[in-house]
């Protein structure tokens, strides 16, 4: 079960979740996120996580994609500051792959003798 608690702080949202972000409850919070979006496109979105006792692949997926629209991840225990952690590294290395800041190894062919 997962509790969408919305917090309107006029030019910001905070959407506190409480309990498990799995399977079904990732796309009520997806429904959420886009209804908000839609309501007010240039407003800041926190998601406060701090009441998340677990979050799915489904749930990383989302939160890596909300983070990549602007959202604002907040958690405190181990566990999600640790899943925070991997979506922003995520995050910025594939954004970088994708603006050519990364540059893999060059594969060097061996000359022939």
Same mark, same amino acid.
């Given at each position: $079960? !997962?509790?969408?608690? =919305?917090?309107? +702080?006029?030019? $910001? =949202? ?6 498990? !972000?799995?399977? /079904? ?5 997806? @429904?959420?996120?886009?209804?908000? +979006?839609? &309501?007010?496109?240039?407003? =800041?979105?926190?998601?406060?996580? @701090?009441?998340? /006792?677990?979050? /799915?692949?489904?749930?990383? &997926?989302?939160?890596?994609?909300? #983070?990549?629209?602007?959202?604002? !991840? *907040?958690? /405190?225990?181990? #566990?999600?500051?640790?899943?925070? &952690?991997?979506?922003?590294? *995520?995050?910025?290395?594939? *954004? ?10 060059? @594969? ?6």
């Amino acid at each position: $079960m !997962l509790r969408i608690t =919305t917090i309107d +702080k006029g030019q $910001m =949202t905070i959407l506190r979740l409480e309990g498990r !972000l799995v399977r /079904d409850w990732v796309g009520e919070l997806e @429904r959420c996120w886009i209804s908000i +979006k839609s &309501a007010d496109p240039k407003g =800041t979105l926190q998601i406060d996580l @701090r009441d998340v /006792d677990f979050v /799915d692949e489904k749930g990383e &997926a989302l939160l890596e994609r909300l #983070f990549l629209e602007g959202a604002e !991840l *907040h958690a /405190d225990n181990p #566990f999600l500051r640790s899943v925070i &952690a991997q979506i922003v590294e *995520h995050s910025t290395s594939e *954004h970088a792959k994708r603006q050519g800041e990364v540059r893999l190894p060059e @594969r060097r062919v061996p000359s022939s003798v």
